[in-house]
């Protein structure tokens, strides 16, 4: 998991599955740069669940970086 958050500051959340490369290098660069990120473990062998697809409905691929308040 990503370094803790402070509450007052916005969060960054990292929709992810660790057997992507693409979401290893994404991993790699938040680590480099110092952000804190939470990170959500997106299970790439079933289809996407109804609450993800709302958040990512262009493509429902991994990774997927957002902020939230």
């Known amino acids: 998991m990503g370094d803790a958050t402070d509450d ?12 992507c490369p693409w979401a290893h290098r994404a991993h790699i660069i938040l680590k480099e740069l110092g952000l804190a990120y939470e990170e959500t473990i997106i299970d790439l062998e079933r289809p996407r669940e109804e609450w993800y697809l709302k958040i990512n409905d262009v493509c429902s691929r991994s990774p997927m970086p957002r902020d939230e308040p």
């Open 8 to 19: 007052t500051k916005e969060k960054l959340i990292l929709y992810t599955n660790h057997g």
